[in-house]
């Protein structure tokens, strides 16, 4: 097995391993203390009207939890929590395998990417791995990445 396959082999371990151990209770949205989680469960909720018009657009994330949700049999809360989980993973192993360095097993336990996984209902984390693909596909071959770019802007416009 090559260096990359390795890193990205202990960087999904890494992953598991977070969304063991460090998998965050299940919470209403506003029990997060971010305002536009409301707004994200909204949609998720199919009440779009009733979130704010700067997250309106951002529907990617909720309707993908929404559809864990349902796939699953899973309450909307737990559908939000189980795309965190399955984002973490799939940046974690994208990055490392594309990169293909130990040392960035280090940078992927940051705080900053811990504390996404845990305000769930936010689309940081899905935004990351949807880049992340973006960036492996662009890599490879720009046509490839331009879906990508759309669901990145379905997710969020920035």
């Avoid at 598991?16 to 919470?27: G, Y």
């Amino acid at each position: 097995m090559n260096t990359r396959a390795r890193v990205a082999t202990a960087a999904l371990v890494l992953a598991l391993l977070i969304c063991f151990f460090l998998l965050p209770p299940i919470q209403r949205p506003e029990q997060q203390g971010y305002p536009d989680s409301k707004s994200y469960f909204a949609i998720a909720n199919g009440d779009a009207q009733a979130a704010y018009y700067y997250y309106a657009g951002r529907v990617l994330h909720p309707l993908t939890a929404r559809l864990v949700a349902h796939l699953f049999g899973l309450s909307l809360p737990d559908g939000f929590r189980t795309v965190a989980c399955l984002s973490l993973i799939l940046l974690y192993v994208i990055v490392a395998a594309e990169v293909g360095d130990p040392a960035l097993l280090g940078l992927l336990t940051l705080a900053i990417v811990v504390r996404a996984f845990r305000t769930y209902y936010l689309p940081d984390l899905f935004y990351a791995s949807l880049l992340a693909i973006f960036f492996s596909c662009f890599r490879r071959n720009m046509w490839l990445a331009l879906p990508v770019l759309f669901l990145l802007h379905l997710s969020r416009e920035s």
